[in-house]
Nanobody
Framework: QVQLVESGGGLVQAGGSLRLSCAAS????????MAWFRQAPGKEREFVAA????????NYVDAVKGRFTISRDNAKTTVYLQMNSLKPEDTAVYYC????????????WGQGTQVTVSS
């Protein structure tokens, strides 16, 4: 597993932007597909975006398409989530997750970072 630490969360007004970062350490980062999930109060954790080990075509949940962009820098062992045009319904704890190329499940998780969007 890799160890993951998120940062960049905070309070922002609707329409604003935030950039989340997830720094990885431990195993070879380039052997991991990476993703962002989120969990809003009272709701189950949901998938937000994913990117393959070599930054292949990313995929997104429909609710964030056109507003969020996932990217990674394997040299810096970091994955990012650029969030634009934020809405109050984006308020959640955002988690970074990693899945090794040999695994079918995300088995490395960060501690989460809070994103709050005010209306």
């Amino acid at each position: 597993q890799v160890q993951l630490v998120e940062s960049g969360g905070g309070l922002v007004q609707a329409g604003g932007s935030l950039r989340l970062s997830c720094a990885a350490s431990g195993r070879a980062f380039s052997n991991y597909h990476m993703a962002w999930f989120r969990q809003a109060p009272g709701k189950e954790r949901e998938f937000v975006a994913a990117i393959s080990r070599y930054s292949g075509i990313p995929n997104y949940v429909d609710a964030v398409k056109g507003r969020f962009t996932i990217s990674r820098d394997n040299a810096k062992t970091t994955v990012y989530l650029q969030m634009n045009s934020l809405k109050p319904e984006d308020t959640a704890v955002y988690y970074c997750a990693g899945r090794s190329v040999a695994s079918t499940d995300y088995d490395s998780w960060g501690q989460g970072t809070q994103v709050t969007v005010s209306s």
